[in-house]
């Protein structure tokens, strides 16, 4: 069965703590994406990559940090350095870079 | 990127078709229209995407005016499960592939 995975669904974690958010697809999908999204709000890009081992900042990447080791995961780690990490985090996929995107169901993390 | 605007919400009868405007007045020659829709704390699902003809998918049709300032996305026969927030983007293809997301429309199908 095709798809992105985004685990946890919902992830807690105390103040000053890095987490790591995973997404993973079995699409076979060159380009991966993490996006943020706050209440009401529309999404907004924090990292982006093209290809394996390469990534790229996007508008909000203070504060996290990426990695792609492997086509089809692409782990985001939300770091102490960010200052409000409380948000609905969304993971999407593309076949390439003129394609549309393919998203995950989420993981909403509180900081408390 | 050029800025969209679409009415914060609205509401229709299922069964009805809904009909979603987006106005993107400053949008260039070689920017797509795309439309997403975002079901409660769900991912965005893509719905369909066009550059200046009009184009029809099994979920949706979208119509572009000539003159590409607006776009609307119809949902021919809308049903509860098509309350979503919708979003209208516009993006040229090569630019580093992000979307970005504006308000949207927030949807409510009706019984």
């Known amino acids: 069965d095709g798809g992105i995975t985004q685990s946890p669904k919902y992830l807690f974690r105390k103040e000053g703590q890095n987490v790591t958010l995973s997404c993973e697809q079995n699409?076979?999908?060159?380009?991966m994406y993490w996006y943020r999204q706050d209440p009401g709000q529309g999404l907004r890009l924090i990292y982006y990559s093209q290809i394996v081992n390469d990534f790229q900042k996007g508008d909000i990447a203070e504060g996290y940090s990426v990695s792609r080791e492997k086509k089809e995961s692409f782990p985001l780690t939300v770091t102490s350095a960010q200052k409000n990490p409380t948000a609905f985090y969304l993971c999407?996929?593309?076949?390439?870079?003129?394609?549309?995107?393919?998203f995950g169901p989420g993981t909403r993390l509180t900081v408390l | 990127d050029a800025k969209t605007t679409q009415p914060p919400s609205m509401d229709c009868a299922e069964g009805r078709a809904a009909n979603l405007p987006c106005n993107h007045s400053t949008i260039s020659g070689n920017e797509y229209v795309y439309w997403y829709r975002q079901i409660h704390s769900q991912g965005p699902q893509y719905i369909i995407h066009g550059l200046k003809n009009n184009e029809t998918n099994e979920m949706a049709s979208l119509i572009i005016t000539e003159d590409r300032k607006s776009s609307t996305l119809i949902l021919p026969h809308a049903t509860l499960r098509d309350t979503a927030v919708y979003y209208c983007i516009v993006r040229i293809k090569a630019a580093g592939n992000k979307l970005t997301f504006g308000g949207g429309t927030r949807v409510l199908v009706k019984p």
């Open positions: 699409l076979n999908h060159d380009a």
């Open positions: 999407a996929s593309s076949p390439g870079q003129n394609n549309e995107q393919f």
